[in-house]
């Protein structure tokens, strides 16, 4: 990891904000407060600067405050040798010797001349030079900013510690040629040029072979355009193609697609290893075979066994030398490109050569059937041997091995005669005509001519004849060509070599298509035009002796061919066990898949070696299916995915016009993306349709994964960008109006309450929410804190953390937000009028009892929650209370049974049938069955009540036992008289008392000093300002009249209590304390045993005056009862009976 070497004063600096191992050296060099360094060496022509800017801290640190500075000038070498060492991440910090404290603060005029701390141009933005840097530090930093290949970093660390002695990193300097041209042509070019082109142009067609490879060549071509635009977008870090799928498609798509990437990657170095081991064993040491069968029928599973074997040999050796060093690696990848290069060429001079001079590689037919030539040593049925015919090998293969001329020989045999055919007649012999069409054969089936003549009679299908060794059709064609076309990121993934990454990878990436594409279209054509048509279809060159048949048409020799392609294939093999171990070490070092973080370690020299591991494992899997034909369809998926996720990362930014979308790259366009990206769709499913599924099956669970691992990064992708742009339309379509009775849910405001530790005093609340919501609709946990904002961020975020924290204990999916006010009832208020966005609003506010609130010894208590009930009511919202919320049930703690009593009194528009009905659909409610009571007057008919609501809750489609309650009309108690005259002498004894003005003071200013910090206060507060306080201490001078006025009122209190005496209760109160006293009592009566009681909330009075006796109202309607929900509804009906 990159270092940072930090010089901090002692400046006072809280934070800094957006300082990260990642972020780019952006500091001023002339900052008073920190100072950064780049990993860059340092010019020579720089040095002598560099030093009067160093010198002077380095002889502060080394030397005491009053020695001179010239007395320990340091060495110019060791100085540069350590700037050189520093770079951008945050290791080391060197703060500066005291002696020069004070001339770092940025307000100090006694600074010395030519003091680098200060700058006189822009002494007004010097306070914020720590985090808003000058502009030509800014360009400074960015004209250095430079990137190595991953594991670069590491190894070179390892190689100067080990050598005793630290070097200055160098700066990239490969050009387009070099860094991306070429690999991208040793990438692209591989095995199935040279072993499966001529069998894909004569099975399918010039015409069907020219568009399979047209197409594929589209795609990767539309796939480069769209990565060029990406790439030119920003620097690209090295990291190459991973890092731009990921950084634009966001962590989840980047993992799935870079773990797609990598299983390509590591399925192609199988491949490559399979193709390599076929030339061995069937073009260039054939008697190296182990398994041999004389059976013909077996002779395919013995070879899929030599495969195996010398496959895992081959995958093991090649493993050893990438951990040996990819050095060695590396040294040879021009080797292995000149193979690819002069193979080609001799492809081309053998085409242009059997123009006028064809090679002789006949073709031994019997009728228009085609003769395996392994076995057969001259094409004739018979021969002259000194003037006596006599019959040869093949006569003997088809007459039961006998050689007399009389044998009963296969009827076919006999009927037909054996012909030879040129196997390469040449440019000029207008083969061309044959091969234009295809000829799709069953496994098993003969390879024939059809334009020859032949006996049509019955004949054995003797193992002598060149079969069909699969069933072919056009989709198998596709995928079995189209690895041939990948590789277009070989340039992207050595973006940290090259001088200028944005201009050299769109270019040699296009030219390397170009150039590959060309090549390709042209061998479709002439291997057409040049090859007869049986020998085209023959795979592996059974009726040319077992010779490579491109390698036939090739000059000077077919061995330039064998040769040739084995070594680069072997060479394609390596390249891709080197690149694959990388990628993965790339994706795991990003740390959003947690089960692959062990495979970002890596040796003391960058190797990753447990990523190599599990790649050589990967690859062994491949190796085991042992057949080329079968193995690269499974690469085509992995990569058509990368492609097509390459193309819609490029769309996606295009379509969404993201500010920072700013390619250097013109040439591309939306809909080229999105016809890259149907291609690849196309060709996934083309080529093989269920490995496309599985393929797309294996991505969606890697995207879940990362997805329910709750990935942390935010790397400015599209997928977010998408999210926005489609949280804005759908805000903006939900504007429109209200929503239907059918669709309103209730969106939920949950007001909390913090304690002076930042500690949420009712964490029930939140759980109750959840069960409530179960994960679906909008929850808003808001709280209000009062203070001064500008005072109180740093809590401020503290606490938010905290809610936000809870919120991911209890799963409630939702947002947070936190108003810092004046008063608490203020910011309640605030939130109330202002959380939400657009449609996505809240209209339902949730919050908890202030309990205790007879004990308190101020008002404010439950003044502030009579305040909430207002401020709900007034907005039109429904309101939720739940008392005694400490003892409501865990989401952990479900009921095995009970009842959820709803006592209807009025209707609130339909909340409370709706809300049990919610709550039942959490495991903690399921079991228990909802009552509804419902009361009647002695005017009401309580059984025509009673059917009407079980008809009314029938039609709501809501499972309920009704239950309708008399209330008959009674006499007010002595008891209710007594509660009513208590609770109003309660009131006015409270009014009366008031503290003097001496204790008053006193008491404010215990307060102050006792929270001197901030006061975190939330709903039902015991804090929050009251409007009517005191007033502030105002300074007078006494007089003798002022004396007694103040001294009389102090007395005044003694008589307002001598009348408490005689006072009698208000009439209307004594009603109202009434109904409490009589519900309380049925309520009591019917559901003392429910899980949940939800009840009828009344709204508060219209005058302020009596807002203490509504709250001893609703104590005593709901004394006695263990869980209570006081619901309110907003105004608005909730609930319908029809569909």
Not at 449 to 474: C, H, M, N
Not at 582 to 606: E, M, T, Y
Request: hydrophobic content about 45%; glycine content about 8%.
């Amino acid at each position: 990891m990159a270092s940072v070497r930090f010089m901090v004063t002692p400046t006072k600096i809280d934070d800094l904000p957006g300082l990260s191992d990642t972020s780019p050296d952006l500091s001023s060099r002339s900052s008073s407060r920190v100072r950064f360094s780049s990993r860059e060496s340092v010019p020579e022509t720089s040095r002598s600067e560099g030093l009067s800017d160093f010198s002077g801290v380095t002889t502060s640190v080394a030397t005491g405050a009053g020695e001179p500075a010239s007395d320990k000038t340091p060495n110019p070498h060791d100085l540069a040798e350590d700037v050189s060492q520093t770079s951008i991440t945050g290791e080391q910090c060197h703060l500066l010797d005291p002696g020069r404290k004070k001339d770092v603060y940025l307000n100090n005029t006694s600074y010395e001349d030519g003091d680098e701390y200060f700058d006189k141009n822009l002494a007004l933005f010097e306070e914020e030079m720590d985090t808003r840097p000058k502009v030509s530090s800014l360009l400074n930093r960015m004209a250095n900013y430079t990137n190595l290949t991953q594991g670069a970093r590491e190894h070179e660390e390892a190689e100067n510690g080990a050598l005793g002695k630290a070097k200055p990193t160098k700066t990239p300097q490969m050009g387009t040629f070099m860094g991306v041209y070429l690999p991208c042509l040793q990438n692209i070019f591989g095995v199935i040029l040279f072993l499966r082109l001529t069998w894909v142009v004569g099975t399918a067609g010039i015409l069907q072979a020219f568009a399979i490879v047209f197409i594929c060549c589209c795609c990767t071509l539309l796939t480069a355009i769209s990565m060029s635009a990406i790439a030119t977008n920003g620097v690209v870090p090295a990291g190459g193609s991973y890092f731009m799928i990921s950084r634009a498609l966001g962590p989840e798509f980047g993992g799935a697609v870079g773990l797609c990437f990598y299983l390509g990657t590591t399925f192609a170095a199988s491949m490559y290893i399979l193709g390599a081991i076929e030339i061995f064993l069937m073009y260039i040491a054939p008697e190296a075979a182990i398994f041999r069968s004389a059976d013909p029928l077996k002779e395919s599973a013995a070879m899929l066994n030599n495969m195996r074997v010398y496959g895992s040999a081959f995958l093991l050796l090649m493993v050893l030398v990438v951990f040996v060093g990819v050095r060695y690696v590396n040294k040879f990848a021009s080797l292995f490109l000149a193979c690819v290069i002069v193979s080609i060429l001799a492809i081309y001079a053998g085409a242009i050569k059997s123009s006028f001079a064809p090679p002789h590689f006949p073709v031994c037919m019997l009728g228009n059937r085609t003769l395996s030539g392994r076995h057969i040593d001259i094409c004739a049925k018979t021969e002259e041997q000194g003037n006596v015919t006599v019959p040869t090998r093949l006569w003997g293969l088809f007459c039961n091995s006998s050689r007399q001329l009389n044998a009963t020989c296969d009827e076919y045999f006999a009927h037909n005669s054996v012909t030879a055919l040129p196997g390469i007649p040449g440019l000029a012999s207008g083969v061309i005509a044959e091969n234009l069409w295809g000829s799709y054969l069953q496994k098993g089936e003969i390879i024939e001519k059809p334009s020859a003549r032949s006996v049509d009679v019955p004949g054995a299908a003797s193992q002598e004849y060149v079969l069909a060794d699969i069933t072919t059709s056009f989709t198998l064609l596709v995928g079995i060509f189209f690895p041939s076309v990948t590789g277009i990121m070989a340039g992207s993934n050595r973006s940290g070599d090259l001088k200028d990454a944005q201009k050299s990878i769109p270019v040699g990436t296009i030219l390397a298509i170009l150039t590959t594409s060309f090549v390709y279209l042209s061998n479709v054509v002439l291997f057409g035009a040049c090859v007869e048509g049986v020998l085209l279809r023959d795979k592996f060159g059974d009726a040319v002796k077992g010779n490579l048949v491109v390698g036939t048409l090739s000059w000077p020799s077919p061995w330039v061919i064998v040769i040739g392609s084995f070594f680069s294939t072997c060479g394609a093999g390596l390249q891709s066990l080197t690149g694959a171990p990388r990628l993965l070490q790339a994706i795991a070092k990003d740390n959003i898949i947690p089960f692959l973080r062990v495979f970002g370690h890596s040796k003391a020299n960058g190797e990753p070696t447990w990523a190599l591991l599990l790649t050589a494992g990967i690859a062994e899997l491949g190796i085991l299916i042992a057949s080329l034909d079968l193995v690269a369809p499974i690469l085509s998926m992995f990569f058509l995915m990368c492609y097509l996720f390459v193309n819609l990362a490029c769309a996606l930014q295009t379509l969404l016009r993201t500010p920072n979308w700013r390619p250097r790259f013109r040439y591309y366009h939306w809909a080229l993306s999105f016809m890259g990206m149907s291609i690849c769709l196309a060709l996934m499913f083309v080529s093989s349709w269920y490995y496309a599924i599985v393929a797309m099956v294996i991505a969606g669970m890697i995207y879940k994964y990362i997805e329910y691992q709750g990935a942390e990064k935010e790397w400015g992708d599209g997928i977010r960008g998408l999210s926005l742009s489609a949280a804005r339309f759908a805000l903006l379509r939900l504007e429109e109006g209200p929503p239907h009775t059918k669709n309103w849910r209730p969106q939920l405001l949950v007001l909390l309450k913090l304690d002076e530790d930042l500690h949420v005093k009712h964490p029930r609340l939140l759980t109750f929410a959840s069960q409530l919501k179960a994960g679906k609709g909008l929850t808003i946990v808001g709280t209000a804190m009062a203070g001064n904002f500008l005072e109180s961020y740093a809590e401020a975020l503290a606490a938010e953390q905290t809610i936000k924290h809870l919120m991911e204990t209890e799963r409630v999916k939702g947002f947070c937000q936190l108003v810092v006010a004046g008063k608490v009832r203020e910011g309640i208020s605030h939130l109330i009028q202002a959380s939400g966005l657009g449609g996505m609003r809240h209209n339902t506010v949730v919050m908890g009892w202030p309990n205790a609130w007879r004990q308190s010894e101020d008002a404010r208590a439950w003044k502030t929650f009579i305040g909430t009930v207002r401020v709900t009511t007034a907005a039109r919202l429904a309101l939720l209370v739940a008392k005694n919320v400490a003892f409501y049930p865990g989401n952990s703690e479900p009921f095995a049974e009970g009842h959820i009593d709803v006592w209807w009194i009025v209707h609130d528009g339909g909340m409370l049938m709706l809300l049990p009905f919610l709550l039942r659909q959490h495991k903690v409610w399921r079991k228990c069955s909802i009552r509804i009571f419902t009361v009647a007057q002695l005017e009401d008919n309580s059984i025509q009540m009673k059917k009407d609501l079980a008809t009314f809750l029938y039609h709501l489609r809501i499972e309920a036992e009704v239950e309708v309650v008399e209330m008959h009309d009674s006499d007010i108690s002595a008891y209710t008289y007594e509660r009513t005259l208590m609770m109003e002498q309660r009131s006015q004894m409270l009014r009366h008392m008031r503290l003097s003005k001496t204790e008053r003071d006193r008491e404010a200013q215990l307060v102050k000093d006792r929270n001197s910090t901030l006061r975190l206060t939330s709903i039902g507060s015991d804090e929050d300002d009251e409007t009517d306080t005191a007033p502030e201490r105002v300074h007078m001078t006494w007089t003798k009249d002022k004396y007694l006025a103040a001294r009389g009122q102090r007395l005044r209190p003694l008589e307002g209590v001598q009348d408490l005496l005689s006072m009698k209760p208000d009439q209307s109160n004594v009603r109202r304390m009434h109904t409490a006293v009589k519900l309380n009592e049925v309520i009591v009566t019917r559901s003392h045993e429910a899980r949940l009681v939800l009840l009828n909330m009344p709204g508060p009075p219209r005058n302020p005056a009596g807002d203490e006796n509504y709250m001893e109202f609703l104590e005593v309607l709901t004394e006695g009862l263990e869980r209570v929900l006081l619901v309110r509804g907003g105004g608005s009906e909730v609930i319908t009976i029809y569909s």
